[in-house]
């Protein structure tokens, strides 16, 4: 029972461009959303998360939007760089727990 | 470097052996938790402790898996009779309580049961 779903297993972006990366979610208990990155061999980097009564939060090239109603939320990064290849994980934790619950995940492409 | 270490990195063991692993937080954080992953899904929840208490373990957790936290500081996984199904990363992360709900993660353990 997959509660938080990354439905696009990778993505390419030529460089400079948006990249947009989604997510859902089908628990409404879930109540702060976060973004992490993920290089080969490495343990996943925190980027960029957002409470639940926020619909947006920017961190330099990085932004992400909430729609709870459609419990839907995404990360943009603008521009998209090289470097910025990596996959990327969306998860969700709810005010009463302690677990973060991740999707499967999306594999970025940033190409020159 | 002051983030969450993980040791070993990398562990290969026959099918039946006991496995130990060791997670230190970054220093101040009073929360600890451990995750596995396997090819192709994102990390899954293991177990967790605040300060020395384990306060939540996943079904996820079998009776082969054992955690503990002795002194609040650092944490060890031990995984006794393991399975060819054992295989996969191991991942630590922490967080502070007061700070909200970013967890941070160390580099993991990949374990390989032959």
């Known amino acids: 029972d997959q509660q938080v779903k990354q439905n696009s297993p990778s993505l390419s972006v030529q460089e400079g461009r948006i990249s947009i990366l989604n997510c859902d979610y089908t628990?409404?208990?879930?109540?702060?959303f976060l973004w992490y990155k993920k290089y080969p061999a490495e343990g996943p980097t925190f980027l960029i998360s957002?409470?639940?009564?926020?619909d947006k939060n920017e961190d330099g090239r990085f932004t992400v939007f909430l729609n709870k109603s459609a419990k839907h939320l995404s990360l943009h990064i603008v521009p998209s760089q090289p470097g910025d290849s990596a996959v990327y994980f969306c998860?969700?934790?709810?005010?009463?727990?302690?677990?973060?619950?991740f999707g499967k995940g999306t594999s970025l492409l940033v190409t020159p | 470097d002051t983030g969450v270490s993980q040791d070993p990195r990398h562990k290969i063991t026959k099918r039946g052996q006991n496995v130990t692993f060791r997670c230190d937080p970054i220093?101040?954080?009073?929360?600890l938790y451990w995750y596995r992953q396997t090819l192709g899904q994102g990390p899954e929840f293991l177990t967790y402790?605040?300060?020395?208490?384990?306060?939540?373990k996943s079904r996820l957790l079998s009776d082969r898996f054992s955690a503990e936290r002795p002194k609040g500081s650092f944490s060890t996984l031990e995984i006794q009779r393991t399975e060819q199904g054992d295989s996969a990363m191991y991942l630590c992360?922490?967080?502070?309580?007061?700070?909200?709900?970013?967890?941070?993660f160390g580099p993991g353990t990949r374990l390989t049961v032959l």
């Open positions: 992360a922490s967080s502070l309580s007061a700070t909200g709900n970013e967890q941070f």
């Open positions: 628990n409404s208990m879930f109540d702060y």
């Open positions: 957002i409470s639940s009564i926020k």
């Open positions: 998860a969700a934790i709810g005010n009463s727990g302690y677990a973060l619950n």
């Open positions: 220093s101040e954080h009073n929360r």
């Open positions: 402790f605040q300060n020395e208490a384990q306060l939540e």
